[in-house]
């Protein structure tokens, strides 16, 4: 199916309003150019849009992408919702990574679905300045070693948050892209539950699914659907054709993602493995539920039990099994 010319010139109008907001040009006078292009805010009517989706939207299920994990998709619903706002949060800045990483496999599921689909499926990646300063900029080369098309990509790197805010509002407008990402630090009084509220009826006014990446940000009270936490996690090693474990190597890169804010009673833990070549998640199990190899078990008498130990890993030097492991009573 041939890609339609309509929503390509659609990209390009919004790519060239950003380049002129990241040029300095002032917000105001982005707004008149991005309206003369044809993203002019709409006005907004809460009420009318509670109405529509507690009446006509109702009815019909909800359009959703599942992830590939059942823990996950359980709590969700079914998947990522491809019509609302999901906020996928680190709480220290070291762990930036691990959100981004988790966020930009998201993008890539999304852009996929759309190009099965026939359709241009375009992603717009919205970064901060502060949030650009403190965890880099994406890098090409790892972008599309991560699964996405760089082709069919924009990332923006605006100065302030509101412009940040701008951007994002003028692209959910038309559900041209297959997702909007909109990168931030913290809990900035700018985006309140109020400002989230509106992020999030725009989101599914316009039928685009948004993420918002928050970096070293508190959980706080939210207009988005779905709020993840993002925990880094170790991963495996590559296998080597006979399934042994290559030594000394790096595999896929592994997620512990935590469902704070879902349909479950309680937060769900998942640990997801994430393969760039076929787009798509694997659930892993838990690493504590992993057993050790060559373990002694500990006494179930014993006063204080330890964590079993494992012999070291193979190699020419490989040590024997290890003893059991002795856990004295206290002395008091």
Known sequence: MAEKAVPRETVRALRDAIARLERGTGTRATERAGEEAGFGRPPLDPAATVLREEGISKARAEPVLPIGVPALDEALAGGLPLRGMTEIRVSETRDAGAGIGFTLALAALCQARRREGGELGPVLWIAEGMALKEAGAPYGVGLAGHGLDLSRALISGPRSLKEALWIAEAALNFSVFAAVVLEMRGNPAALGFQESRRLQVRARAGSVPLLLVRQAG???????????????????????????????????PVFHVVAEKSRAFAPVDAYLEWSAHERRFYPLAPLGSLAPVDAQPVSPGAAHPVAPLSASADGSDRAGALGAVVAFKRAS
């Open 218 to 252: 508190e959980e706080e009270a939210s207009g988005a659907l779905f709020r993840l936490a993002v925990l880094p996690a170790p991963a495996a090693a590559r296998l080597l054709p006979d399934g042994r474990p290559l030594a000394g190597s790096i595999g896929n």
